[in-house]
Every structure is written in structure tokens, then in C-alpha cells.
């Protein structure tokens, strides 16, 4: 079983000498747990690649300790990625711009672009700084899986491809980043996430598939668990339940109000964001719980709840 060490002192020390050593690292940030590695380091980024089963061409984010390493890896700011990043760095928002070409092709998955941004988590942060390097981050889970947003579910999920992963409790968003395309003179949003394009004032770009290509986790399978997840209407997901109930499944409620008799209560929430930071705990809930199927009540599709309800839709199509 993979090592899961506290955050103190002697945990991020250990995390930072598996890093520089060029071995893989999970830590929490305010999204999900990132599965890290030297981003310009071929070998150790192949390694996460390896230990999450992820396509070769799917580009990963890389994590900096602040704005003034950007130029680490990139080949240049841009005026609007400028802005962004002052406003909403520290944050769960990722920028597309150029890559520099001292990145590694297997860091862009073979793009002219990379993935850059800043986590706004102390442990994350406490990381970066100490290891002084970018870091190449995915979400620390198998891919296709539902993303962890705790150290066990990292643990459950990688085992002993992890050198360290440094427990920082649940995630407070739950949800990936939003990802921008920053090149131009208007932010183009490339997956949603909790800084919406209301915040961003953002065009939305998820249908160009051409600028899709550069944003991380939008192109492959993803967030499904080992059962079925229905999506239903908002004030009716109870009734759903119990009538798959009733039909001998063993079902699972995710939704604002209590589970009925016979269903088993995956999570409670009240709003989108609260679906959104529970969203994929409770479905590695319902595995556990070995239900047959997971009904999800559904959310209206304005801020945040765009970016849950694009989760919930492929996790129910898987």
C-alpha cells in the first residue's frame, strides 16, 4: 500500500526528496489530489503517464509555487494572462499559453502548448515552494476513474506507484480547474470549473475541437465508477430512487433530501457547490456500498453547476 504521511515538516520533506529524485508524489490541492512529478523531467513524467493508465496526448497541468515561475515553462505571457493570474491566482483557474521549448513533449502530450497554474491549498503551496520546481500534476487517480478528493481514495486507487502521498483531508472545491486559453486578447474556456465564465466574463471554447485539445481531462472517458449513475430533474430524485428500488436493485441517493426507506444515502447537498465538492467522494461511496445503480439530482447549469453537471453527464454516459 502506498505511504500516506501527514503534511507536517517531515512529510513534505520526504515529499520533496521523492520529487527531486524523480519519483511520483500525491498532494492535496483545493480541487483534487494532484499525482505529481519534475515536469521537465521525461522519465518521471512518463512514470504518472504509467501509474494512471492515461493517454499519451492528453497534456497535464503544471503546478507553480507562484505567477514569477511561469516563465519556467512558458514561452511568454501574454497581456490577458497577466490579468487573469493577478486576480485569480493563488486558485483552482489553469492557463493556456505557450509552452517554452525547454518543457518536455510528454508534459504538453505532444502540444505546442502548456497547462500552467497555481493551487490555492497550504499544503500544496508549502510543496511547491520547498521543492522549487514545476510540477507536473494530474488528478492522482486511475484515469477513467472518479477524481480523488481524499488520501485514501488516491491510496485505493494507485497502491504502490506512489512513493509518498501527503494527506491534506478533503478537497474544499471537488472539482478539476477551470482551464482558459490565454493566448489571445479574450479568455476562452476550455473545461469548466468553480471560477466560472461569469467571473471570467470567458467565452466558451469546450466545442472548438482544435483548442479543446489543449486543455487537460476533456477528451477521454472519465469520473465513472463501477455501477450505473442515473441523472435525475431536480425535485425528483427520490422518486427515481424508489422506483429502481423497486425494481430489485440495490440503489444509492446523491441529492437535497433524505434517502427513502430502502435506498442507501451516497451524500446531502444544497446547492451546486455543495454537489460539487461531495460529487466524487459519493460516488466511491457507492462502490463501496456495492450499489447497482448511483441516482444523482441534478443541478441548474449556472455557475458552478455547469462544471458539476458536465461530471455528472459522464460519469452517467461511462
Known amino acids: 500500500m502506498v505511504d500516506v504521511v501527514a503534511p507536517d515538516a517531515g512529510g513534505i520533506a520526504r515529499a520533496v526528496a521523492a520529487l527531486r529524485a524523480g519519483d ?40 507553480l509555487a507562484d505567477a514569477a515561475q511561469v516563465d519556467r515553462v512558458v514561452r511568454s505571457w501574454t497581456p490577458l494572462a497577466r490579468r487573469l ?21 510528454v508534459t504538453t502530450g505532444g502540444l505546442a502548448t502548456v497547462a500552467v497554474r497555481v493551487p490555492d491549498h497550504p499544503v500544496a503551496q508549502t510543496l511547491l515552494r520547498e521543492v522549487d520546481l514545476p510540477i507536473a500534476a494530474p488528478s492522482a487517480n486511475r484515469s477513467g476513474r472518479p477524481s480523488p478528493t481524499r488520501a485514501d481514495h488516491v491510496a485505493n486507487d494507485l497502491g504502490e506507484g506512489v512513493a509518498v502521498v501527503l494527506d491534506g483531508g478533503p478537497c474544499p472545491v471537488g472539482v478539476e480547474s477551470t482551464v482558459v486559453d490565454a493566448r489571445g486578447d479574450h479568455p476562452l474556456i476550455l473545461r469548466e470549473g468553480s471560477i466560472t465564465r461569469e467571473h471570467l466574463g470567458a467565452l466558451d471554447g469546450s466545442a472548438n475541437r482544435a483548442a479543446r485539445r489543449a486543455s487537460p481531462g476533456t477528451r477521454y472517458r472519465h469520473y465513472t465508477p463501477d455501477c450505473r449513475v442515473v441523472v435525475a430533474s431536480p425535485g425528483d430524485a427520490s422518486q427515481a430512487a424508489t422506483g429502481l428500488r423497486d425494481e430489485g436493485w440495490r440503489v444509492g441517493l446523491v441529492a437535497t433530501v433524505p434517502a427513502p426507506d430502502g435506498v442507501i444515502e451516497l451524500a446531502r447537498f444544497v446547492d451546486a457547490a455543495g454537489l460539487a465538492q461531495q460529487f466524487y467522494a459519493a460516488l466511491r461511496a457507492a462502490e463501496t456500498a456495492e450499489v447497482d445503480v448511483a441516482v444523482v439530482e441534478a443541478v441548474d447549469e449556472i455557475g458552478v453547476g455547469r462544471a458539476v453537471m458536465d461530471r455528472l453527464r459522464r460519469a452517467a454516459a461511462g
Open 24 to 63: 511520483l508524489v500525491a498532494f492535496p490541492t483545493e480541487t483534487v489530489y494532484g499525482l505529481g512529478a519534475d515536469a521537465m523531467r521525461e522519465d518521471a513524467v512518463r512514470a504518472i503517464f504509467s501509474a494512471k493508465g492515461r493517454p499519451p496526448d492528453n497534456p497535464l497541468i503544471v503546478h
Open 85 to 105: 493570474a493577478a486576480a485569480w491566482w493563488p486558485g483552482p483557474l489553469t492557463l493556456v499559453l505557450d509552452a517554452s521549448p525547454d518543457v518536455p513533449a
